[in-house]
């Protein structure tokens, strides 16, 4: 039974890695750069993306997939944005599903500007576990850390911090108000993937989106280094 | 493709229904009252209980049953509260399984004090979306949600929302600083499920601990309405 689970498990994998590559392809034939968004909910990806994209990036034009259980509410916040916004809901499954897969991108893929962009941000459902799991087809990812979810976060769900190249410590603006121990975070970090790139962040300050910008920039420029 | 995806999703379900009945005709031979406690990573369930277990609850003998990816870390947090504490990990799967099921529950039964406890709590693993799709053999089930996520969250991961009993709204304490209004938060909950009972909290001030140690105790006493 339990090795029966695992193969179907295994075998779902496989698929969606061959699909990844695909998808993979498809975004460098038009030599668009893709990034995997990912954070637990309410980290702050959506209202860091604001910022982030309020004004052009120079000499890069940036396009987004929203991917959400149900609904647009991330997209219609990213409308006023004037950079082309694709959604893809999960809920056409059972419960919705946790995560987005290669496939889910691929389906999407006819309805992204390729052509208009070079750089792709795709904004993942938020959670921590099943999004690290599948890739789906990206040149980077990142994650969005807020200090109001505890200093434990990488000890817990070390894969996710494990696979990305950038760790955004979002909502920096409440330490004040909180019992958390920044270098606690850090350490922890570091103790799970020491090669991370780190930006210090508040969304609502503005603290950290130059940088982050800057880092969105490299990466379109293909300035970042692949992932492992 | 896609038919068989589904198909093996549906079967998967019926089976996890099926375990949970048998984990459930397990719990009312002993007479244990069993509550999944879920909600996003960091929202606070653990410092809840902390507070909530930190003095004996009136005729209510409590275990908990921990769920996490890995590690031991908020068992460890639970140890000094001279309630029987019992681990349960998911990464025995691939990248570790996002969610309890019923089978892994089950796993653990022979490890629970089930003669010497009236409520089982079950901290499950810190996500919005899987929990709420797999029953373990509960008699209820309570969500925390920080005021820090945002107030958009029930109606970007309904499924959660509308399956619990109970929404404990945590970290009231940090209103003050948040651009957050809990209004909105409480009318998108009566949106997805008017009938779920509220707890205004924060496990930092105690606020709305005292309320919610009454809730377990009249789950314990079955004074709490089934689940629909």
Redo the contacts between chains.
């Keep these: 039974m339990h090795r029966t689970r695992?193969r179907?498990?295994?075998d779902?994998?496989d698929a969606n890695n061959t699909i990844a590559a695909a998808n993979r392809a498809d975004f460098d034939r038009h030599d668009v750069t893709v990034l995997n968004l990912m954070s637990?909910?309410?980290a702050g990806k959506t209202s860091l993306l604001e910022r982030a994209l309020a004004e052009p990036i120079d000499g890069v034009r940036v396009g987004v997939l929203e991917g959400?259980?149900?609904?647009s509410?991330d997209a219609d916040r990213l409308a006023s944005l004037h950079v082309p916004v694709t959604q893809l809901n999960t809920d056409s499954?059972?419960?919705?599903?946790?995560h987005l897969d290669a496939n889910m991108v691929r389906s999407a893929l006819s309805e992204l500007p390729l052509a208009e962009i070079d750089l792709l941000v795709i904004e993942n459902?938020?959670?921590?576990?099943?999004p690290?799991?599948f890739r789906v087809g990206e040149d980077a990812r990142a994650m969005v850390c807020?200090v109001?979810?505890?200093e434990?976060?990488p000890?817990?769900?070390?894969?996710m911090f494990r696979t990305c190249e950038l760790v955004v410590v979002n909502?920096l603006?409440?330490l004040p108000?909180?019992?958390f121990d920044l270098d606690t975070l850090l350490h922890h970090i570091d103790a799970v993937n020491p090669a991370a790139e780190r930006i210090l962040a508040s969304a609502?300050t503005g603290e950290g989106v130059e940088e982050l910008r800057g880092w969105l920039r490299a990466l379109a420029e293909r300035r970042v280094r692949a992932p492992a």
């Design positions: 695992v179907i498990v295994e779902a994998l637990a909910p309410g959400d259980v149900q609904g509410l499954g059972f419960g919705g599903e946790c459902v938020g959670n921590l576990v099943c690290a799991e807020s109001t979810e505890g434990d976060k000890l817990k769900y070390p894969l909502k603006d409440l108000h909180l019992e609502r």
